[in-house]
Structures are given as C-alpha cells and as structure tokens.
C-alpha cells in the first residue's frame, strides 16, 4: 500500500487535533463518548475541510494550478477555508455559490468578505448549473494567462478523502495511546468525502471499528460514499472493496439541508452546557443528534467506545436562526 508521503501535499492543518473523552456526556449517554476536534485544524474557524486541502490544494500546484475553483452552498464552510488556504500559499480562488438559504453578509460570508474572497453566486438549485458556471469562469482565466483547477462541491473526491485517511489512523493511534479501540465512529455525511476516508481509514487500521455516517441532506449518500470509499483505495493501492451494502449511513437531515431541527439544536445545546463545546445547526448538531438517537435505538448495544467527529461548521451559527426549527 502507499504511504501519505508518497502524495502531493501542503501544510495547512495544526494536527493531530485533540481527541479526549467527553465525561458528562457519557455519562448522560451511559457510553464512553470521545471526541475529535477537527473543529481545531488551525485556519480561519477551522474544520474537517482544511485536511482535504492539504492534499487537493498539492495537487493543484503539483500540476501548475495558479487557481482554485470550487462550489458549495452560501455558507459553504469548504469554500471559506478553500479562500482561506489559497490566501496563505498565494494562489487565487473564485467561490461559485448557489444563490440558496443565507447568501447575505452573515456567517461564512463575513469570513469570505475578511478574506477577500471572489464569491459569484449563482441563482440555481442544480449544481450542474454550478458547474457549468465554473468552466465559464475557467475560461476567463485561461483567456488571461491563468491555469485553474476545479473542486467538486465539499472537495469530495478521492484525492480530497484522503485527508480523513490518515485522520481515521491518527484517531485510532491516539485512542491506543489512551488504552482505547473504538467501537464505533460517527461522522457527519454532507457530500460524502469524510465520510469515504474514515471509512476506508478504519478498515485499513482499525478493521473491527464500524464507521456510521450521519446525512444531514437528503441525497442517496450510499452509492456516493462507496464509489469514494473505492476510488480513494485505489489511490493507495489498498486492500480494501467496499459494496453499497457496506455503508453504515443514519439519515437525519429533519426538513432539509441547512434547516434547523429540533433534535439538532437540543444536542448543540446539549454539547455546549455539558460540555463547553460548540457545535453548529448545519452539521454537527445534526450529526450529534444523530448519535444520540442511535444509541436510544440500541444501535450501540454491546460497544462502549464512541468516537464522535467534530468536524466544524461553526460559521453556519452566526447566519441561521436556531430558534426556527423544522422537522
């Protein structure tokens, strides 16, 4: 199998984040809750997205890529820190936004404005429109002497999974350093790619470790995360084949995408009061809510050791309305 250190790669994160158990959660859950603080990879508000950078971002300017194109929602956590990333390396970056939900300057739109960031919307619900926008974009710059480099929404593409490779190995090395396996691992499932590394990372290094995925949107995740799962091992040149029935994912996305639940605001309020730590509505306050429903149904039956992934969003807090929720 490859080595990490046989890929492209650029030092962005401040890692290996913190991982350390959660003691009034667990005890409220009646499991052994760890968490992993991806939340604090050190750029901008921090997030799971700056591992996946590390390694897309080198591959851009591995090629000769002056330019980093990608997509997402308004307030895109994975296109602030793209804009953020390509400010420290110097490389330009143009954020092609659906024109959907909170596009005004609140949340992750006053970062992008800090950065100054070159944010188009588009008004569509299709991201082929999206996508069809970007290669126009692409154009303009080639025309002007540039070489840009695309990024699917989320940078969830093998490449892009493979950060969360190597964070599954470093969680794992760093629950044996604390005398734990895990049991099991939750994470949040927005575009698939965290998801297909943790996946593939824990059974590369972790086989008995199951990894469960919470959707917080209401596409068939399935098929996304194990083509992911499949096309990143075969980056490596891993052992490792994984069918649709291989991926563990719990739906609980409520009413939509970036729409506040009601379970998920009670675990972010939950987190913050038993814990001090803040999770957002978007994201992890429904992946949380996600564990917290799961262990209720007995999914957790016979395993103690939870590892909960904090992947950040903290951005989506300052631009929605937790007091509106919908289920």
Not at 23 to 37: C, D, Q, T, V
């Amino acid at each position: 199998m490859k080595q990490f250190s046989d890929f492209p790669r650029v030092s962005l994160g401040i890692l290996p984040t913190p991982l350390y158990r959660l003691p009034n959660i667990s005890e409220a859950l009646g499991k052994n809750i760890y968490i992993k603080r991806d939340d604090m990879t050190g750029v901008a508000l921090g997030g799971n997205k700056v591992r996946k950078l590390e390694f897309l971002i080198a591959d851009a300017m591995a090629q000769g890529c002056d330019y980093m194109l990608t997509t997402g929602g308004a307030q895109s956590n994975h296109a602030m820190l793209t804009a953020a990333c390509c400010d420290r390396l110097g490389l330009g970056s143009v954020l092609v936004l659906k024109k959907r939900g909170v596009w005004q300057k609140l949340g992750n739109q006053i970062i992008n404005d800090l950065l100054g960031a070159d944010v188009r919307f588009v008004d569509t619900d299709d991201y082929a429109d999206v996508y069809a926008e970007m290669e126009i974009i692409c154009g303009e710059l080639r025309a002007k002497g540039h070489k840009p480099y695309c990024v699917p929404v989320g940078g969830s593409v093998p490449v892009g999974s493979l950060g969360y490779v190597n964070a599954a190995r470093e969680a794992i090395e760093q629950g044996a350093a604390l005398g734990v396996r895990f049991d099991d691992i939750i994470c949040c499932t927005g575009s698939g790619g965290t998801h297909a590394g943790m996946d593939l990372g824990a059974r590369i290094y972790s086989p008995k470790t199951r990894v469960t995925g919470i959707a917080v949107d209401d596409e068939n995740f399935k098929p996304i995360v194990r083509d992911l799962v499949n096309g990143t091992s075969e980056l490596l040149e891993a052992d490792v084949h994984v069918e649709e029935s291989d991926i563990n994912v719990f739906e609980n996305f409520g009413a939509g995408y970036a729409i506040p639940s009601s379970s998920g605001v009670a675990a972010m309020r939950m987190m913050a009061s038993k814990e001090g730590i803040i999770i957002d509505p978007v994201y992890t306050g429904k992946t949380f809510a996600g564990l917290i429903k799961l262990n209720e149904q007995g999914y957790f039956d016979g395993r103690d050791n939870i590892l909960f992934l904090h992947s950040g969003g903290a951005g989506g807090l300052f631009a929605i309305d937790i007091d509106h929720t919908e289920d």
